[in-house]
């Protein structure tokens, strides 16, 4: 950069810094200021419509306690409970021109109703839920006779289109329920659309039946103890007042999803139903969840209640879910939803507050302000709100009941300090003009400045270029009073000076070059290695370089004389180390090849040995394995003989008992002869006594019979009598026959044994050979794996020789390849020091 450029800027710069910095620091100043202001003008709002939102909601909040309150108290709804209670158990035999419902009635209408589940309740649920179905069997198994009998007539046969079955006043039959329906249900719905409530529902505290429901959805007739609904936000709220003893006593149930209510968000305030200090029922509002929506989104007005373009209140649960509609849900529901996706929002929640137009009980918020408020505390802060901008918030706890919810009172912080960057910006403004303004009047003020101080300088500039490029008579004509001047001629003094001290040195350098030529003429000749070349020496400084050159010439003809001589030497030694190395090679290689070939050898027998051995061991097997066969066939020889004389002694014995057997038979004729005598003796007993009947007469007629079966009964006995005695006959020519035969079998038997015990006496001489025969066959095998072993030491041993042969002869070769390398360096090394030409060496004293 140019000296002119230089003096420009700082110039400017001293002028331009200060303005700068004054503008910033009033920027920074106006724009801390009224953010302050702003910031609490915000923060003084947003405490205002948070409060405002937190009375209005307690009074709503009390009004729906005194009213469920109030309501329980009421005379008609006492006794509207009374006459539901009584009669809904009677339903199903007065509803059907007062003739009960039977079996296949009931089989109807769960057909009926279990089309309108399916069917009507899931079409409509699946539109209001990103098409979700749930299974509705398992809501529709668990209701009883009756449940499925007031369905049928005020739900699915409910001739009013879906989410209008309050319309039906009566079902049209004679029974005391429809009555007391027709009778109750125009005031209890009246008071519901007056209040704008839900639902109400009378419960009977003993059972947990819902006996009557405004809406008639499908809860109604379920029970709340042990229905499938037992577990929801109104199951809860009616255990929780069917605990209490006070007809005053009032219970909440934060939100929740309900599936009745097609998953939509549902509370529920309940109340205990007394009557002359007996509790009969319970009382059940489903409160309005749209009158706390309209109460903390201000009916949509933001605007007016000074929340601008992104101000908002809302209410948090203590599970972190928003209980009324955001305003940006509202307003701008794209941006919304792409806001929530940023916020990394699960996709099933963002297709749900699409699908339900809504983000009640739906939106996560867990903010520092929202978690303060959950602690008890109330303040104003900024941080980022559930779609990552930041904001200024106004925060409040909210008790009832039990419940805690977060009130909170939001807008957008760039929306409230926006008066306070339009400030920032009109502020720059300003000060962009002035310094523009500042800039263009100093620009020309240091115009007019380095005008003056730069011409004297670039005479001075030219000057010493012109010296520079050879114009030693250049000098600088700058006439002014000023330092410039003084230093023109300071500066002409000494180029005359420095001119001079040039010439003088110019002269010298000339004599040293001359000394320089004739010293490297010298050095050529000592670089072509002939080291009798003199230096000459001059009086300048090359004198001293000339003396040391030659002193280091005369050292390294001294050393290389050495060299020389102990090159010779070395060569003799390497020729006969080389010599001795070829003989010694030579002679080990002669030695591996013997070994080699006595290791050959000694592989063969090895393996000759081996297989001896491997053959004696199978030997040694084999003779083993007879042995042990004629063991065990010696064995089997002498338990032959031990059965032998077992089967002797039990013939012997069988023999002597047929032999009693027969003996047996032969008493069996005597007692057959007897027999045979009684049934003679009878057979006449039983004649002379026909006779005598006949002599009596009539009298003896019954005598005659008794006589005739007698003598019956005497020919069975002599018929049996001989059927015995040819058995027995049969018997004893048996006995005979098998008693001979086992005679012969026992001498049979008896020769046997005789064989059987000489075979054994065989037998045993047979095992003793044998035995000694392996005896002799394993000390054969012993031997053999002895020098088999032996053998295999052996081979180890000769391969180890030869390895070791092998590794001698390696080394050997090695030796010779280096000696070879050493006769050749020595001979290089005589060639190298025969290059340079020696002088004479000194002869030393003694020779």
């Not at 070829?582 to 290689?589: K, L, P, R």
């Not at 079966?709 to 005695?725: D, F, K, M, P, Y």
Request: aromatic share 6%.
């Amino acid at each position: 950069m140019k000296l002119k450029q230089k003096l420009v800027l700082g110039a400017l710069s001293i002028t331009i810094i200060p303005v700068v910095l004054v503008s910033v620091s009033l920027d920074t100043i106006s724009f801390n200021a009224g953010r302050s202001s702003l910031e609490e003008q915000a923060k003084n709002q947003l405490v205002s419509v948070r409060d405002a939102r937190k009375d209005q909601l307690e009074t709503y909040l009390n009004s729906l306690q005194n009213q469920v309150k109030t309501f329980s108290n009421d005379l008609m709804i006492i006794e509207a409970t009374k006459e539901f209670s009584s009669s809904f158990g009677k339903f199903r035999e007065q509803a059907d021109r007062n003739q009960p419902i039977d079996a296949q009635m009931l089989r109807e209408y769960r057909e009926n109703l279990s089309n309108y589940y399916t069917t009507d309740f899931v079409n409509e649920y699946t539109n209001r839920n990103i098409g979700e179905a749930p299974d509705m069997t398992k809501y529709l198994l668990p209701l009883d006779a009756e449940s499925i009998a007031l369905q049928y007539h005020y739900i699915s046969a409910n001739p009013e289109s879906l989410g209008q079955k309050d319309n039906l006043t009566s079902a049209g039959d004679q029974s005391d329920y429809s009555k007391a329906h027709k009778k109750y249900h125009p005031h209890i719905r009246q008071y519901l659309k007056t209040f704008n409530y839900y639902d109400i529902f009378l419960v009977e505290p003993d059972t947990g039946d819902i006996i009557y429901s405004v809406f008639k959805e499908l809860d109604y007739t379920t029970s709340l103890i042990n229905g499938p609904y037992a577990e929801t936000g109104l199951g809860r709220a009616f255990q929780k007042a069917n605990r209490l003893t006070d007809p005053d006593g009032v219970v909440f149930e934060d939100f929740a999803t309900y599936l009745p209510s097609y998953n939509d968000q549902a509370v529920f305030i309940a109340s205990p139903i007394f009557d002359k200090g007996e509790k009969i029922g319970i009382l059940v509002f489903q409160a309005p969840i749209a009158t706390i929506n309209q109460i903390m989104t201000v009916n949509q007005q933001w605007r007016d209640y000074g929340l601008g373009e992104s101000g908002e209140t809302y209410i948090v649960g203590s599970d972190n879910l928003i209980r009324n509609d955001s305003r940006f849900l509202i307003e701008d529901k794209d941006n919304y939803i792409n806001a929530l996706g940023n916020a990394n929002l699960s996709k099933k929640i963002i297709d749900t507050i699409r699908a339900k137009n809504t983000s009640i009980g739906l939106q996560t918020v867990s903010t520092p302000g929202t978690q303060a408020a959950m602690l008890n505390k109330t303040g104003f802060d900024t941080f980022a709100d559930y779609r990552g901008e930041q904001v200024l918030s106004a925060y409040t706890p909210l008790e009832f009941l039990g419940a805690k919810w977060a009130i909170m009172a939001e807008i957008d912080e760039a929306e409230a300090f926006a008066p306070t960057f339009s400030l920032r910006e009109s502020i720059q403004n300003a000060a962009i003009l002035i310094g523009l303004l500042v800039l263009a009047l100093s620009g020309t003020i240091a115009w007019f400045l380095v005008k003056a101080l730069v011409r004297p300088v670039k005479e001075l500039e030219d000057t010493v270029i012109k010296v520079a490029e050879g114009d030693f008579g250049a000098r600088a004509q700058v006439e002014t009073d000023d330092e410039l001047g003084t230093l023109s001629k300071t500066l002409n003094g000494l180029l005359d000076d420095r001119i001079a001290a040039l010439a003088e040195t110019e002269r010298k350098n000339d004599e040293l070059n001359e000394s320089i030529i004739r010293l490297l003429e010298g050095t050529m000749l000592l670089s072509e290695r002939d080291l009798t070349t003199k230096l000459p020496v001059s009086e300048d400084i090359t004198g001293p370089l000339s003396d040391a050159i030659a002193q280091v010439v005369d050292a390294i003809s001294d050393v290389l004389h050495e060299v020389n001589d102990i090159a010779l030497t070395v060569e003799k030694s390497s020729n006969n180390v080389k010599s001795l190395s070829t003989v010694v090679s030579n002679s080990a290689e002669t030695d591996f090849t013997q070994l080699e070939k006595s290791s050959q050898r000694l592989v063969k027998a090895t393996g000759a040995m081996k297989k001896n051995a491997e053959l004696a061991t199978l030997c040694s097997d084999l003779t083993n394995n007879m042995s042990n066969m004629t063991n065990s066939a010696y064995g089997a020889v002498k338990n032959t003989i031990e059965s032998m004389s077992d089967i002797r002694a039990n013939i012997h014995e069988t023999e002597k008992r047929i032999k009693r057997l027969g003996e047996r038979s032969q008493e069996i004729n005597n007692v057959v002869d007897i027999i045979n005598n009684i049934a003679e003796k009878t057979h006449v007993l039983a004649l002379n006594a026909s006779m005598q009947a006949a002599a009596a007469g009539e009298e003896g007629r019954a005598f005659s019979v008794i006589a005739d079966e007698v003598q019956r009964l005497a020919e069975s006995a002599r018929g049996a009598t001989a059927q015995i005695t040819s058995l027995v006959d049969n018997i004893q020519v048996e006995t005979s026959d098998t008693s001979e035969t086992m005679g012969n079998t026992i001498s049979k038997v008896i020769e046997g044994a005789s064989l059987v015990e000489k075979a054994g006496q065989e037998m045993e001489k047979t095992t003793n050979t044998a035995t000694q025969l392996v005896e002799k066959v394993r000390l054969i095998s012993d031997s053999c794996n002895t020098q088999s072993q032996v053998s295999d030491d052996l081979k180890n041993r000769s391969i180890k020789l030869q390895e070791n042969a092998r590794e001698t002869q390696s080394k050997l070769e090695l030796q010779s390849n280096e000696t070879l390398k050493l006769v050749k360096n020595s001979e290089k090394l005589l060639e190298s020091v025969q290059l340079f030409k020696l002088p004479e060496r000194a002869k030393s004293a003694n020779g």
